[in-house]
């Protein structure tokens, strides 16, 4: 696909701390690559997302359309799939396993259980798979991750599949694309994600061995506390991620199995795929 355009949505609001200063939250966010003729049908349905949030009113809302020079590349979806999981200890304890599964070290896990739970991240934080070590050269800022989107015939057989498990929305549908352009960085070996939105309660563990896993209770109902954290292997080459990350235009052309629930021990034994 050619001549693309990134258009990219991000609603914050101002809050005074106890020292008077003020600081920025985050309220949502949202972006894909599309083509001209769709510029003005997104961004009213950007616009209308950043009106209406559960995490409440934004008094900035900044939209930004950009051309896309770069030809994007193309790739897969990861596969998708859901843990009967019911408490959020359950759900920790799910994570744990899958993470260390994939190889990472408990103390890289803690580190993102430790960020994620605190809250308040703006982008994600890029944690080193063995010793924990935090990359990002902007800790509050963190990774945002740009430049993705899924082509028209994908989202619609992606839609389709996601509806015979009722989980047919813009939030798993956008999620799956980010994750899927994540860990599709060679040096990335999962992402861990947890809403910052008080009323959605899965997040999920995302992997190329594993696929995508959704977790429900991974929070309890309520909790603003939420961010992402992308494992990448130790020593990896920080700045290549980050570009590829932050900058490469990445389509998601091509969708994989998507399956119901399943209990961990099946995601593990990649009985599904
Ligand atoms: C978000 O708030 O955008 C993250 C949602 C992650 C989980 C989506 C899903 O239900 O699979």
């Known amino acids: 696909m050619k001549n693309l355009l990134s258009i990219r949505m991000r609603a914050s609001q101002k809050v005074k701390t106890r020292n008077v200063r003020s600081t920025e939250i985050h309220i949502s966010g949202a972006e894909g690559l599309y083509k001209k003729s769709e510029i003005h049908k997104i961004v009213k349905n950007y616009i209308e997302r950043?009106?209406?949030?559960?995490?409440?009113?934004?008094?900035?809302?900044?939209?930004?359309?950009?051309?896309?020079?770069?030809?994007?590349?193309?790739?897969?979806?990861?596969?998708?799939?859901?843990?009967?999981?019911?408490?959020?200890?359950?759900?920790?304890?799910?994570?744990?396993?899958?993470?260390?599964?994939?190889?990472?070290?408990?103390?890289?896990?803690?580190?993102?259980?430790?960020?994620?739970?605190?809250?308040?991240?703006?982008?994600?934080?890029?944690?080193?798979a063995k010793n924990g070590n935090r990359l990002e050269p902007d800790r509050e800022r963190g990774i945002r991750v740009s430049r993705l989107g899924m082509n028209k015939p994908a989202l619609?057989?992606?839609?389709?599949?996601?509806?015979?498990?009722?989980?047919?929305?813009?939030?798993?549908?956008?999620?799956?694309?980010?994750?899927?352009?994540?860990?599709?960085?060679?040096?990335?070996?999962?992402?861990?994600?947890?809403?910052?939105?008080?009323?959605?309660?899965?997040?999920?563990?995302?992997?190329?061995?594993?696929?995508?896993?959704?977790?429900?209770?991974?929070?309890?109902?309520?909790?603003?506390?939420?961010?992402?954290?992308?494992?990448?292997r130790e020593g990896a080459d920080t700045e290549y991620i980050i570009d590829y990350l932050e900058r490469r235009p990445v389509i998601v052309g091509k969708v994989a199995l998507c399956k119901g629930i399943m209990s961990l021990d099946e995601i593990l034994n990649r009985s599904y795929q």
């Open 50 to 128: 950043a009106l209406h949030h559960p995490k409440g009113m934004p008094d900035t809302v900044v939209v930004t359309i950009e051309d896309i020079r770069q030809n994007p590349l193309t790739i897969s979806a990861l596969p998708v799939a859901t843990i009967n999981n019911n408490s959020p200890t359950e759900a920790e304890n799910s994570i744990i396993r899958t993470l260390q599964s994939l190889g990472i070290s408990k103390k890289a896990i803690q580190k993102a259980f430790a960020l994620i739970k605190k809250g308040g991240m703006r982008g994600a934080a890029l944690i080193t």
């Open 156 to 232: 619609k057989v992606l839609s389709a599949k996601l509806s015979r498990h009722g989980i047919n929305t813009d939030t798993v549908k956008e999620a799956i694309i980010l994750a899927s352009k994540v860990t599709s960085c060679k040096d990335v070996i999962a992402e861990l994600c947890v809403s910052d939105d008080p009323d959605y309660t899965t997040g999920y563990v995302a992997s190329k061995i594993f696929g995508y896993v959704r977790i429900p209770d991974i929070k309890p109902k309520g909790s603003k506390n939420g961010g992402r954290a992308f494992f990448v």
